[in-house]
């Protein structure tokens, strides 16, 4: 029993990431720029210097392929308010467009859903460095600046292929295209499924399976600012059309370009051709337009089930590569597996036993959701067939949208299906309850007696390419006594906080971009301790309560950020009674 007990603990040791250990992240994507930058500031916290090479081949400021990570670009509400209270702010440069709601095309008529609070919290971006062949140069590449923030966090890029990986006394040794070869204490693929680099971790001979994956079609379209503001404002145009095997359809707006994804069964240029043709699809264009010869397009693949082993010794899958979310909000799935990973790494340690317990029930998690998630997508399908179900489903949201004081029952669900800002979960849940199935078969009913369809786009809102709401000069943004259940991210400008007091403003502290407020609404039930005012134009993003404590129930860690500007905050207030206290 003793000698268990020794060797447990020596085993720990020999896996322990120390000062001066040395990490290579293979693939520079969102999973590998994440990893890095949450692992060398843990490592930091921890009081540990880890060297850390991010091996990436691809300059994400290219144009077309090679800049590219093949993706429909869209950062779902959910991860940009988590990426927001993690200090990381997506700046205009590379939001191409602040999503301010989704239309839904179908045969039988168009609904548009708005967002919860009518705020922009879903970001289009360009991964690389734009369409291929496009003149214009007017946006910043969204892998670029995950990169960046690793690199500035003092992550090395290494901007070449790795070619091979062996192990070498127990360690990883890592081998590139150009012949360099570096031993490292722990390997971490973050290599996507779109390459053929998925045979390095076959020839180590790990047992594992692959991430499944399915193909899918993304292409850019150049029409022009002016002709998307017209004809598609800052809406995701997203389609249920009886295709067959098409699954899924969007339209992103993006700048000059507007992205088109398909995803369904063998998507091929047939199933894109009848897409293209079908008129619900040709109303979002100008009239007349056509599709040139000569367009940016690509068939990638998806990862649709997740590996079943993604860590060995000294190894970890992430991203795609171990576990993504179906279908939706995959860089959303990568944040995940990648913070879980860094987590792992440096407090309980890298031995497969401690990535088997720590790491992979982030991707359980996953993919337990998923498998509810292909219910969900089930269920859309059976309505996709039903044009009776399609006129119930069309009715009862545009009846919702038509009316804020009524329960958004469909538009909730339907919103957070096509964004990917809930667990599938979360969305099935709600779909089954009494209520909404009740109120669904009334709309059905009411649809099949004959009452019109309804059809609701309503007017094309303000194009921005900035997320968040705008407040100006004096704005009152949050009131001191009023109650409130959400947090807010200063994306620009400058706020006064302020204390009322007898009828009269009493400045607090004034705060600038990163910066964030009300965050104790998202602990407890009390009231605003105090008023906010815009000073000047100020953007603010909104971080709601419910996904704020979604997050911290699964990765606890998301707190810090909170708790050290509480703790600070805290402390100031402290000294600066302790200098009142003297002046007395
Ligand atoms: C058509 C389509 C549309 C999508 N739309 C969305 C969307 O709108 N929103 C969303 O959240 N998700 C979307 N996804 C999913 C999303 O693209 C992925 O989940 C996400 O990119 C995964 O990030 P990753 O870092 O794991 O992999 P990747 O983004 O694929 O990055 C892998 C990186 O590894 C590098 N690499 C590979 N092999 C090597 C090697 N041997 N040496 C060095 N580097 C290597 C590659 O160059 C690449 O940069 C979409 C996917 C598809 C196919």
Redesign the pocket.
Known sequence: MLKLAQSTTQQDDRYALSDGSRVAV????????LFSYFLLQMAERAGRTVALDV????D?LNLGPGGC????????ES?VQMLATEGINLPPGIVQRGIDSYVLHTDVGTVKLNPPGHERRIAAVH?GGGPRGSKRRNWGSF?AHLLKLAVDQGAKLVP????DLAWEDGRPRVV?KKGSSEAYDLAVL??????A?MK?VDKLGLARTAPKTTK???CEIELGTETIDACMGGSMHVFLLNLPRLEFA?L?PKGDYVTL???GEAVDKELVAAFLGASEVKACFPAGWQLSEDYCRCF????VRGSTKPFADRLVM?????E??LY???????YRTAKAAAKTAVFEGVSEEDFRRHYFPACKSLGRDNQIGRLVFLATKVIQKLRFARRGMLSMAAREQADESRAQRLSGVLWDTFT?SAPYRDVFRRSVHPLFLSGMLFEIVRASIGKPVWDSTGGNEVIVSELGKMFHDGDVIIRQGEAGDCMYVIQSGRVAVVREEGGQDVPLTELAEGDFFGEMALFEKDVRSATVRAIGDVRILTVDKKIFLRKIHEDPSMAFRVMTKMSRRIRTLDDELARATAAH
Do not use: H, Q, W
């Open positions: 293979v693939g520079g994507g969102p999973a590998g720029a091996y990436e081949p691809k994400f990570n093949m993706c429909g670009g869209i950062i779902s991860l991964r892998d070449e292929r790795v070619e590139t973050a290599i996507g499924v779109n390459n680099s390095l899918t079609f993304i969007a992103i994804v398909l995803l990638p693949s998806i990862n992430i991203g795609d590569a171990g993504s979310r939706k909000d995959g860089i959303g799935g990568a990917g």
